[in-house]
């Protein structure tokens, strides 16, 4: 059985700029550097993101960036009081701060952006159950 989400890895061509990227917007610390030593395919970093048992392990890997942008993303919640904080250190690193789509009231708001190796993030005010209670409504 699934016991849940154990780590999301990251290919990036610059470990520097990911470690700023993800330390400034989502406060990330850094647990682990490889340095010059690979137990992996290549150099890598271990960030944890949030704190105690809900804290999610982030690995970063030196490599070729994603060819193109999708729609592919990870989503992290945050609370809807720090959207605009969240926005602003976005702009602060001048990414690109995707349209979101066309949302009904009651499902929250997200912010969609890329990093600099066109990996999609969403950080996102809302939860599951209220988007399946807002849905269950209907149009």
């Keep these: 059985m699934v016991q849940g989400l154990s780590h999301m890895t990251f290919i990036?061509?610059?470990?520097?700029?990911?470690?700023?990227?993800?330390?400034?917007?989502?406060?990330?610390?850094?647990?682990?550097?490889?340095?010059?030593?690979?137990?992996?395919?290549?150099?890598?970093?271990?960030?944890?993101?949030?704190?105690?048992?809900?804290?999610?392990?982030?690995?970063?890997?030196?490599?070729?960036?994603?060819?193109?942008?999708?729609?592919?993303?990870?989503?992290?919640?945050?609370?809807?009081?720090?959207?605009d904080d969240y926005l602003e250190r976005i702009r602060t690193l001048g990414l690109e701060v995707r349209e979101s789509r066309s949302r009904v009231e009651g499902e929250g708001r997200s912010i969609y952006f890329h990093d600099h190796d066109n990996h999609m993030f969403e950080l996102h005010t809302g939860t599951l159950e209220e988007r399946l209670e807002r849905y269950a409504k209907g149009r």
């Design 12 to 83: 990036v061509e610059d470990l520097d700029k990911m470690e700023t990227f993800l330390t400034i917007i989502f406060e990330a610390r850094k647990v682990y550097d490889s340095g010059e030593e690979t137990f992996s395919l290549s150099r890598e970093r271990f960030f944890l993101i949030g704190e105690g048992d809900d804290a999610v392990w982030v690995a970063t890997m030196e490599g070729e960036s994603l060819p193109s942008r999708t729609y592919n993303h990870v989503a992290f919640k945050i609370d809807d009081a720090e959207f």
